[in-house]
């Protein structure tokens, strides 16, 4: 597993102008892919506006953004191989294990503290024309697989607002 510092680096690569991260964690992300439990190593970002995840693979990356106005719980836990956290947001758990790098008490301090609130960062309002792209490109993802319909569906609701 890579250097939470380096990884932390490229991650922050991928977050919006002037969005600043105030706590880290490295560990192994549950997630689904396709309908099959996976695990991806990375870190997840505590920031100004939401929380983020990064993962390096070898031919690219992935990456997760969940805005805390959709968390609605936040637990955390420690047993034998490392600290645990999870979340739901927007009716998906998240949940990152194995945790042992990072600054776990200013995560869980920042999210606790942020969790069901808007982002304080101005949000640029997209065009009708901007939104109907996007959500051609999420169903070009989905028809070649690489997005689930259940996927597809949550991202085309959060371009809808609805």
Same mark, same amino acid.
Do not use: C
């Given at each position: 597993?890579?250097?939470?510092?380096?990884?932390?680096?490229?991650?922050?690569?991928?977050?919006?102008?002037?969005?600043?991260?105030h706590?880290?964690?490295?560990?192994?992300?549950? @997630?689904?892919?396709?309908?099959?439990? @996976?695990?991806?190593?990375?870190?997840?970002?505590? @920031?100004?506006?939401?929380?983020?995840?990064?993962?390096?693979?070898?031919?690219?990356?992935n990456?997760?953004?969940?805005?805390?106005?959709?968390?609605?719980?936040?637990?955390?836990?420690?047993g034998?191989?490392?600290?645990?956290?999870?979340?739901?947001?927007?009716?998906?758990?998240?949940?990152?294990?194995?945790?042992?790098?990072?600054?776990?008490?200013?995560?869980?301090?920042?999210?606790?503290?942020?969790?069901?609130?808007?982002?304080?960062?101005?949000?640029?309002?997209?065009?009708?024309?901007?939104?109907?792209?996007?959500?051609?490109?999420?169903?070009?993802?989905?028809?070649?697989?690489?997005? @689930?319909?259940?996927?597809?569906?949550?991202?085309?609701?959060?371009?809808?607002?609805?």
């Amino acid at each position: 597993m890579a250097n939470i510092k380096k990884l932390v680096a490229l991650a922050s690569q991928h977050l919006q102008p002037g969005e600043q991260v105030h706590a880290s964690v490295m560990g192994a992300y549950e @997630t689904k892919i396709m309908g099959q439990d @996976t695990l991806r190593n990375g870190v997840f970002l505590a @920031t100004d506006r939401r929380v983020f995840f990064y993962g390096k693979r070898m031919f690219g990356y992935n990456s997760e953004s969940f805005p805390y106005s959709s968390i609605s719980s936040f637990d955390a836990g420690k047993g034998m191989l490392g600290k645990s956290l999870s979340f739901f947001a927007s009716g998906n758990k998240v949940t990152m294990k194995w945790i042992k790098t990072g600054d776990f008490q200013g995560f869980m301090d920042k999210v606790q503290s942020s969790v069901g609130k808007k982002s304080a960062a101005p949000e640029v309002a997209a065009s009708k024309d901007d939104v109907a792209d996007q959500i051609k490109k999420l169903a070009d993802l989905r028809d070649s697989g690489i997005l @689930t319909e259940e996927e597809f569906s949550i991202k085309k609701k959060q371009l809808l607002g609805i």
